[in-house]
């Protein structure tokens, strides 16, 4: 069984920063692809970032393109979302998840409350 433990929401001011980490544990799992999902309240969830673990290739939703960065520390199987210049439209939980393979994301994260005050 795979764990994601996230960390690093919170409240911050429009046009600030906040980096989020997303930790991944357990047994015998490999690394294919891990990425960043966010939820608003009345929203469906929505994909904002990814990154393949074996080369480093990114891919990121257009509305934080040149905002948001993605990017891994392989030795501690950590993720991380650098997130700048946010805006209050970024408000939502923010969710990592892990692909172990080149299907469908398989395992989830518990969720992380980030909160932009226009």
């Known amino acids: 069984q795979v764990q994601l433990i996230e960390s690093g929401g919170g409240l911050v001011q429009a046009g600030g920063s906040l980096r989020l980490s997303c930790a991944a544990s357990g047994r015998s799992f490999s690394l294919y692809r891990m990425g960043w999902f966010r939820q608003a309240p009345g929203k469906e969830r929505e994909f904002v970032a990814a990154?393949?673990?074996?080369?480093?290739?990114?891919t990121y939703r257009d509305s934080v393109k040149g905002r948001f960065t993605i990017s891994t520390d392989n030795a501690r199987n950590t993720m991380y979302l650098q997130m700048n210049s946010l805006r209050f439209e970024d408000t939502a939980i923010y969710y990592c998840?892990?692909?172990?393979?080149?299907?469908?994301?398989?395992?989830w994260g518990q969720g992380t409350q980030v909160t932009v005050s226009s």
């Open positions: 990154v393949m673990w074996s080369d480093s290739r990114t």
């Open positions: 998840a892990l692909a172990s393979t080149a299907g469908a994301y398989e395992f």
